[in-house]
């Protein structure tokens, strides 16, 4: 099972959000109308150990509604997003020079990626001798083992003997154990396949060419010859190859030739981003998903998340954020956005959530995920997680005055709060960006004498298009919004209302 299959219940269905429509390409975008005072359906994962869902930040609680069921498999690609932009009814109509055919397979989410010579990849305290103190993540074996028996059994049961392996990470942090377990039902943490999953990455990402080429060889390389012992069950040959493994880290850390492959990176690999939110949200979210389902009877929140690769466009490509920066998640959940963003980019991560069980988990988020990033030996950005109503909290009042991207998963807001939040972006600064699902500008919106004192002409906006795999509670396409505070709209469009004083003298 892959880390972010979504599964569906018997009888669920997603809902769509109908896509506001402003002066966009003619692209088909499939919707739905919600019913009477229901909000748009959130799809969760079943799985508790990969979800990675958050609650979106309305006001008033949680509902999880049931997940989806099949895993996605290799979705059809779509076409290119529509891009749109308001204008003012003084701007003459102009035909969008960049409209063209557009292919149908999918193509990249805005430009690319910046790169950023001034981001400090690898930690140097991960690598540093102190590091060998013992490690304070969450071990495999605290979550999995045979203590748990109605969950866990023995993955060899013929040598009864063997019960748990130590696994070196690429930095010199002491070793995550795991205890030699398969689980009963296939979404609860699986310790060999992890074990697998993480030196096959470790092997494509940190080892130089010869030493990955090695042990990638087809016929008797590692990766082969552990995946064969454990298919086989072969307990004493995967406890030989784990110990090989190790050895093997440890001599090539020890000859700097990890710290010269992760210094020659220009950013952190977003499948490497992934797996470690996926370890995180194992250990943590995961024991005590049952917190976040009492939200599910009589409240009118959602549950529901931007999926990783998708935010990873969004900062990378839409954003093009960089470590000197600064982002902000509004309705942060369980803070998966946050410190994707502290890792990714590198940069001063800060998120918001009212609601007490979503900001303990977080807390427990950020704790293990700050260790774990150091087991892998990777620096982070600044993380701040913070409690409470965004529209009041002091310390994100602040940090919006700064802030360079800010993240407003507002699918199922009342434009009450909308609007709330579209008047809190008049004290952000010019060319914040601001990334949210539905778009803060109303539909054919144009800026006129009677209206041009509304905060939402400050805001220049484009809508995209999101792909199959971008968001939990859906798995088709959809669309979203880069708005970009720039208030000179309104001083032109006022500077052409006013008559010019005639000249004296």
């Known amino acids: 099972m892959g880390p972010f299959d979504l599964v ?39 799985s508790s150990q990969n979800p990675l869902l958050k609650p979106i930040a309305k006001r008033n609680g949680i509902t999880k509604v049931p997940p ?31 409209r063209q055919d557009l292919p149908r397979k999918r193509v990249k989410l805005g430009e690319a990626p910046v790169v950023d010579s001034e981001r400090q990849i690898r930690s140097m305290k991960a690598f540093s001798q102190n590091s060998t103190e013992d490690s304070a993540v969450i071990q495999a074996a605290q979550i999995a083992s045979l203590d748990r028996s109605s969950k866990y059994k023995a993955a060899f049961p013929q040598d009864p003997e063997l019960t748990a392996v130590p696994l070196q990470y690429p930095s010199a942090a ?56 454990i298919t086989r069950g072969a307990g004493r040959d995967c406890t030989t190859l784990v110990q090989e493994w190790n050895d093997t880290i440890i001599r090539l850390r020890t000859e700097n030739a990890i710290a010269r492959i992760m210094d020659s990176w220009d950013c952190v690999d977003p499948m490497l981003v992934e797996r470690i939110l996926t370890q995180t949200y194992a250990r943590t979210v995961s024991p005590r998903i049952n917190s976040l389902r009492q939200y599910e009877n009589g409240t009118d929140n959602i549950y529901g998340e931007l999926l990783p690769q998708f935010v990873s466009d969004i900062l990378k490509r839409d954003a093009r954020m960089t470590s000197n920066q600064v982002f902000v998640d509004l309705g ?57 109503d965004f529209l009041e909290n002091r310390a994100i009042g602040k940090v919006l005055r700064r802030a360079d ?39 054919g919106h144009r800026i006129t004498s009677r209206n041009l004192y509304r905060a939402c002409n400050v805001l220049d906006v484009r809508e ?12 088709t396409p959809g669309t979203y919004y880069i708005s970009v505070k720039d208030s000179s709209r309104v001083e032109a469009f006022a500077k052409k209302q006013t ?7």
């Open 8 to 46: 569906q219940k018997k009888g669920a269905r997603p809902i769509q959000a109908q896509p506001l429509k402003i002066r966009k390409q003619p692209v088909a975008a499939p919707s739905a109308t919600s019913s009477s005072r229901s909000l748009p359906v959130i799809l969760s994962s079943s």
């Open 68 to 98: 989806a069921r099949a895993r996605l498999q290799n979705p059809t690609r779509r076409s290119s997003p529509a891009q749109t932009r308001l204008e003012s009814d003084t701007e003459d109509d102009e035909v969008d020079e960049r």
């Open 174 to 229: 002491r070793p995550e154990r795991y205890a030699l377990v398969a689980p009963v039902h296939r979404d609860d943490l699986n310790p060999l396949e992890e074990i697998m999953e993480v030196t096959a990455t470790v092997v494509k990402l940190y080892l130089p060419p010869n030493e990955r080429a090695m042990l990638e060889d087809e016929k008797d390389g590692f990766l082969r010859r552990l995946r064969r012992a």
């Open 332 to 388: 942060s959940g369980v803070g998966n956005v946050v410190l994707q963003a502290a890792l990714q980019i590198g940069c001063e991560s800060w998120g918001c959530e009212m609601m007490d069980n979503a900001c303990d988990l977080a807390a427990l988020q950020h704790k293990e995920f700050t260790e774990r990033c150091h087991l892998w030996g990777l620096a982070l950005g600044s993380i701040h997680l913070e409690r409470g």
């Open 405 to 443: 991207v800010i993240l407003v998963n507002n699918q199922a807001f009342t434009p009450e709060l909308n609007e709330a939040l579209t008047n809190l972006f008049l004290d952000a600064k010019e060319g914040c960006r601001i990334v949210s699902l539905k778009s803060f500008v109303p539909s």
């Open 464 to 475: 995209k298009r999101y792909y199959s795999c971008c968001v939990s509670w859906t798995n």
């Open 499 to 505: 008559p010019e004083e005639p000249a004296t003298g």
